[in-house]
């Protein structure tokens, strides 16, 4: 039986955000990025209390629509936000209630942070192939500047300038594909669990004052340590390539059968090794597509927002081999290949 996604949508905050408007903290930028760290051109920011709520019903609607289904159709909805009002509960329920689902329609959290989108893909197909469920909603929701919010960015971190809100939603199914699932390949760099996440604490830089914000003095800011970004230079060049390799060899395909790559974009110094590494080993750059000077890391979404871009500007063939590959906090890193059928 085929599985795959049925359609993929995104939905964003009207407020565009450009680069200037953090020139601010130009002074903090850490020496050893000096001159490897941009941010992206723009990106997009809801200052709102309720944005992950509110981006959540928003894309939720967008993909019935689309789909040209109703709630009734939807038997269980797998959700994941990043920033938000609050830590626990996740948007899964707020969507579940305010949509009117019934109670027996469950709701599952997956908390993969950036890659949660690649992971629920996985979840959902597997629990379609066992034929308990037949349509399920995935939605992943980006809001990390909300007012009041118990996630949120540090905008005294010069990281702050790469985090974009915004929103992404699926339904993953074995009827009117848009595209098919092939495989799904996994590693997880366990190790790294301290180096990179969002905890309780104080703002990395206090002293700054951002134009027009008050900045928390204790929230759960997003974080990464030196000891990242070191990780990250002994493995970048490999990471992308052996993912994608990985996820080719269960799908029974090889590198030069894959068209395009749809990838998470934390931030380019990051993601500009997974590129350079694929080169060398045989996959040409210019199959690696991205959004990041428009929407910068908008964390689990990434992916399904991209996806959505792509199809409505044409730029997704039928038969088209594509990987999807991410990397979330604590080191875990999914890759599907998937088969575009329209």
């Not at 599985?3 to 565009?16: A, C, K, R």
């Not at 953090?22 to 309720?50: C, H, T």
Request: hydrophobic share 40%; charged share 20%.
């Amino acid at each position: 039986m085929k599985v795959g996604l049925e359609t993929v949508v995104s939905d964003f905050p009207e407020t565009v955000m450009k680069g200037a408007d953090y020139s601010y903290l130009e002074p903090v930028i850490p020496e050893m990025l000096r001159g490897k760290f941009r941010g992206p051109v723009e990106i997009r920011r809801f200052k709102n209390n309720d944005a992950a709520e509110i981006l959540a019903e928003r894309v939720t609607r967008k993909a019935l629509d689309s789909a040209g289904l109703k709630v009734k159709d939807i038997d269980y909805i797998i959700a994941n936000n990043c920033g938000g009002k609050y830590t626990v509960p996740m948007v899964g329920s707020y969507i579940h209630w305010k949509l009117g689902f019934p109670e027996e329609t469950p709701v599952l959290h997956v908390s993969q942070a950036c890659a949660s989108f690649v992971d629920a893909c996985e979840v959902a197909w597997n629990f379609v192939l066992a034929g308990k469920y037949e349509r399920i909603l995935v939605v992943t929701v980006s809001a990390w500047e909300t007012r009041g919010g118990q996630g949120r960015v540090d905008l005294t971190d010069p990281m702050s300038t790469v985090m974009g809100d915004g929103a992404g939603a699926a339904i993953v199914s074995s009827q009117n594909l848009k595209c098919e699932f092939l495989s799904y390949y996994n590693r997880t760099f366990s190790y790294v669990y301290d180096y990179c996440g969002a905890d309780l604490r104080q703002p990395a830089n206090p002293e700054v004052k951002h134009p027009g914000e008050k900045q928390p003095p204790l929230a759960i800011y997003m974080y990464g340590t030196p000891q990242f970004f070191e990780w990250w230079q002994r493995i970048g060049e490999q990471f992308g390539i052996d993912g994608v390799s990985g996820a080719l060899k269960l799908a029974n395909l090889s590198l030069s059968d894959l068209d395009l790559v749809v990838f998470h974009q934390p931030v380019d110094m990051l993601y500009d090794p997974w590129i350079d590494g694929a080169e060398k080993a045989g996959l040409s750059r210019d199959k690696w597509k991205h959004t990041w000077d428009k929407y910068g890391n908008t964390s689990n979404a990434v992916v399904p927002i991209n996806l959505a871009e792509f199809w409505e500007n044409g730029d997704l063939n039928k038969n088209m081999i594509m990987a999807w590959i991410t990397i979330g906090a604590g080191g875990h890193a999914p890759t599907m290949i998937v088969k575009w059928l329209v």
